[in-house]
């Protein structure tokens, strides 16, 4: 498993959004070996008057490999339209 830290800023239609893909670890306390295990988030938040709107994220997903994290990373910045509302 790796560490990662994506981040992108989309520009569309005078909207810009903030894409995210982190690494994070997973902080259940009841599973042995919790500690040593990540899990990769992507993000979407739209930025409004040069303020990222964390509380509000447009899109979320959660994948178990850091290659299907990198992929739809991607996928959003080519083709945002089919992953959330604009």
Known sequence: MREL?????LKINNREFLVSTISMHVRHSFFEDDAKRLVYETMVFE???????????????RYNM???AIAEHGAIIKNP???FIL
């Open 5 to 9: 830290e994506l981040k992108n800023i």
């Open 81 to 83: 339209e089919i992953f």
């Open 66 to 68: 850091a290659d299907e």
């Open 47 to 61: 930025i409004i008057n040069d303020e990222v709107q964390f509380h509000h994220p447009i899109f979320n997903e």
